[in-house]
Nanobody, 125 residues
Framework: QVHLVESGGGSVQSGGSLRLSCAASGATYSSGCMGWFRQAPGKEREAVAFIDRGGGTYYADSVKLRFTNSRDNAKNRMYLQMNSLKPEDTAMYYC???????????????????WGKGTQVTVSP
C-alpha cells in the first residue's frame, strides 16, 4: 500500500518562505515521477512542480524562480522550497507519485497514481 504524506504547510505573509515535504512509503519511489499540485477554493487543481527519477525538474510559469523542487531518494522524500510567496499561492498543496521508471513527468493530474491528502498554504498580503 502506497502512502504519501505532506507536511510543512502553514500561514505566512507575502514575501515569506515555506518548505513542504512529501514522505513516501510502500512504493518504488526512486524510479518514478513525483510532483506537486495545488488547488485553491473555487478553482481547478493546477500543476506546480515535478521531478523525474534523475532529478530533472519542471515548474509552472507562475512559480518559476521562486519554488525549488528536490528529492532525497535515500529518505523517500520530496521537498518543495517556496520563496517569495504571494497571496495567489494560497491553496491546498498535494504530493503525487507515479512509480513507473520513467523520465517523462507531465503536468497532468490523471498521470499520477498516488496522492497525499494535502497540506494547506496560506499567504496573507
Amino acid at each position: 500500500q502506497v502512502h504519501l504524506v505532506e507536511s510543512g504547510g502553514g500561514s505566512v505573509q507575502s514575501g515569506g518562505s515555506l518548505r513542504l515535504s512529501c514522505a513516501a512509503s510502500g512504493a518504488t519511489y526512486s524510479s518514478g515521477c513525483m510532483g506537486w499540485f495545488r488547488q485553491a477554493p473555487g478553482k481547478e487543481r493546477e500543476a506546480v512542480a515535478f521531478i523525474d527519477r534523475g532529478g530533472g525538474t519542471y515548474y509552472a510559469d507562475s512559480v518559476k524562480l521562486r519554488f525549488t523542487n528536490s528529492r532525497d531518494n535515500a529518505k523517500n522524500r520530496m521537498y518543495l522550497q517556496m520563496n517569495s510567496l504571494k497571496p495567489e499561492d494560497t491553496a491546498m498543496y498535494y504530493c503525487a507519485l507515479r512509480p513507473d521508471p520513467t523520465y517523462w513527468c507531465p503536468a497532468l493530474d490523471s498521470y499520477y497514481n498516488y496522492w497525499g491528502k494535502g497540506t494547506q498554504v496560506t499567504v496573507s498580503p
